[in-house]
Every structure is written in C-alpha cells, then in structure tokens.
C-alpha cells in the first residue's frame, strides 16, 4: 500500500500532468492512484480531466458520476458534471448544476466565485443570450477584479456585441498581465476584427511564432494553431500536419472538430466528412 506522503506526490504529479497537457500520462497515474483508493473524490475528478481529453466521454462521465455519489452536492463534481452536460448540448441541465456549485461555494471563496461566474457567462454567450452574459462576466469582475478569466470572458462578450475596440482593450491588457499564446491569438482575431490590420499581422506573427516553440511538446493543445494557418495564414498544408500529430494522440471532439477542417482545407472532403 502507498504512504499517504508517496499518494500526495502521486496527486501533484497527476495535477501537473494535466497542466503540461500530458494527458495520456495524467490519466495512467489517477488510474494508478483510483486503483489504490478507489474512495478519493480528487483523484476522480483528474480521472475526470483527462479522460474528457482524450475524447473518453463515457469513462469522464462515469468517473464524475462516482463523484457525486462518494459526495453528493460536492463543488468539483458539481463543476465537472456541468462541463459533461455541455459538452453533451445541455446547456440548461449545465448552468443547472454550475448555479448549485455557485450557491454552495462560501462568499469568501471569491476566486472560485469569480470562476464560477465566468463559466455561467460562457454557457449563456452560446445559448445567445448576451445580457445574461455580459451581465455574469460583470459580476465575476466585480466579485474578483483584474481577474484574468474574468477579463478573457468579458472580452468574448464583447466581441459578440461587435464592440470590437472594447474587446481589444481588455485583450491587450490581460496579455500584458500574463502573456499566453492563445491570449494573443484571441487579441490578433479581435484586432483584425477592429480593422487594424498591421497590429494583427504582429500579433499573428508572435502567435505563430510561440504556438510553434510549444507544438512539439506531447499531447499539447495546438488547436488555436490549426485555425491560424485555415483562417489567417492560408497554408492548409501546414494545418493538416499539426491537426494529424494532436489527432494521434487525443480524440476529443475539439481535436477531431480541427482534423475535419484542415482535411477539408486540404480537399479530402470523405475522410473530413
């Protein structure tokens, strides 16, 4: 049996893992730490998080079903459960259960509350409902202000006002707060967007640049990559090679979503459809 400080180690390298996007790796070693404990809600919750991944829907959700059984109500399973929800087109069963992971997080979690909020938003800015998201991606700013998440959301909102200055600024400045790639992608599109071509050109250069430093990493995310050289570069040839490596080693919908488009860039229209 493992020793509660070798189980410890075991979590934070599962946690990494994930944050690196070796997901394939994070998934082996929660499995390797639900196999011992079959009881730890945590340890579900990164089977969970890898699983959904690497496209293994029905194992991501009977990992976060086990969750709410363990712990009913519980915060992280609640959270988890509505990204399922989602990501399966309820979108009123998800910001169900996002509401209950709100009203059961204490006011003096203010960050959580924050992340919360901006979830709630991002669900009602795919249902179409502007008002509703603006004003959610208002409340997390208000409940955390200068928060990163906050900022990213209300900047989608305001792209979808076609408030395009707007969203620009709010880019720009959470950039410069914490410079991430696709951050900077997302500030190209809204400067293209707000017709100053010349700083989108920049901002797409230093995109492609520091997308490609990162792409030979495993099981990285290259999706926002894939979309540059299909909607902005016009090197579908590029696409197809980055949207084939990232398909060799996950299969979620998001994955196979890109495949498809930079197949049918490339015109095979039967394997993309």
Known sequence: PYTTLFRSGLKVEAWLQLGRHEFTQA?????????????????????????????????AVTAAQWMLDIRPGNVPGLVR??????LHGNLGGSLELLQMAYDSTPLSETEDRAWLLTQMAHLQLVNGDLPKADSCAAAALTAFP???????????????Q???????????????????????????EAQELAGRREDAQESFREFEHQALAQSALADNANHQL????LDH????????????????????????????WALAANGDYQAAG
Do not use: C, M, W
Request: hydrophobic share 40%.
């Open 27 to 59: 998934l082996a070693t929660a499995t390797r730490l639900n196999q011992t404990a079959p009881d730890d809600v945590e340890v579900y919750g990164y089977l969970v998080d890898a699983n959904i991944e690497l496209g293994n829907y029905q194992d």
């Open 81 to 86: 459960a509505a990204y399922l929800r989602e």
């Open 146 to 160: 200068d928060y990163p998440a906050g900022i990213d959301t209300q900047a989608q909102v305001r792209l979808a």
């Open 162 to 188: 076609a408030r395009y200055p707007d969203a620009v600024t709010l880019l720009r400045r959470r950039y410069e707060a914490a410079p991430r790639t696709e951050v900077l992608y997302n500030l190209a």
């Open 226 to 229: 894939v979309s540059y050289y």
């Open 233 to 260: 570069a016009g090197e579908p040839v590029k696409a197809l090679e980055i949207a084939r490596r990232e398909v060799a080693h996950r299969q979620d919908v998001f994955t196979l979503d890109s495949y498809a």
